[in-house]
């Protein structure tokens, strides 16, 4: 039996956030984005995506592969007010 999809791209999705909040080396996230975890990944429970980690962390370098690679950066006020902290706040 195939897992369900939603569960894969939830488990890629909150693993890739971990590994941007535990500052994980750069080569990690991209081999972990190769792999498939969803760059667009934006969990229930806080609103979360790999974009907000990244701009949490102050990390410019992943904010620019994120979006790159596909992160939806104006999706609503809160991502816009986490890039203004990456672009404005360092």
């Not at 897992?3 to 971990?18: Q, R």
């Not at 990244?54 to 690679?69: F, S, T």
């Amino acid at each position: 039996m195939d897992p369900d999809i939603d569960e894969v791209a939830t488990a890629l999705g909150e693993s890739l956030i971990d590994q941007i909040l535990e500052n994980k080396p750069i080569e990690d996230i991209k081999a972990s984005l190769d792999a498939g975890a969803p760059v667009w990944y934006q969990n229930l429970t806080e609103g979360i995506s790999p974009l907000h980690a990244a701009a949490y962390v102050q990390n410019a370098d992943l904010v620019k592969l994120l979006i790159e690679k596909g992160a939806v950066w104006n999706a609503g006020s809160f991502p816009m007010r986490s890039l203004d902290v990456i672009f404005h706040g360092l």
